[in-house]
Nanobody
């Protein structure tokens, strides 16, 4: 299984970015898996940011990004997106896509089978 994130970059505070995640080699096909975005800065634990179920009907967000980030997916294109608006310097982090949710608390990093290598988001003040 290969998970690949893209779309990170450098943006000014108040700006926007759109991250993408794609996964290949999944046993049940891309549309059979819930997917989440996590982020991690050096010295801190990896934090769950957003989650979307396999069909795209249910989404969850960590409190700090509610109203600013939107997770969505296009199973035909085998992609999950996260639109990030009103970005702030505290959103600067490496963002990871996680696939293969095993059930339970979606923010638990131990409940995902597959991870990408991340894409860096840097927000300047």
């Amino acid at each position: 299984v290969q998970v690949v994130e893209s779309g990170g970059g450098l943006v000014q505070a108040g700006g926007s970015l759109r991250l993408s995640c794609t996964a290949s080699g999944l046993q049940f096909g891309f549309g059979g898996y819930a997917i989440a975005w996590f982020r991690q800065t050096p010295g801190k634990e990896r934090e769950g940011v957003a989650f979307i179920n396999s069909g795209g009907s249910d989404t969850y967000y960590t409190d700090s990004v509610k109203g600013r980030f939107t997770i969505s997916r296009d199973n035909a294109e085998k992609k999950v997106f996260m639109s990030m608006d009103s970005l702030a310097p505290e959103d600067s982090s490496m963002y990871f896509c996680a696939v293969g949710f095993l059930g339970g608390a979606w923010k638990d990093t131990g409940l995902y089978r597959y991870w990408g290598k991340g894409t860096q988001v840097t927000v300047s003040s």
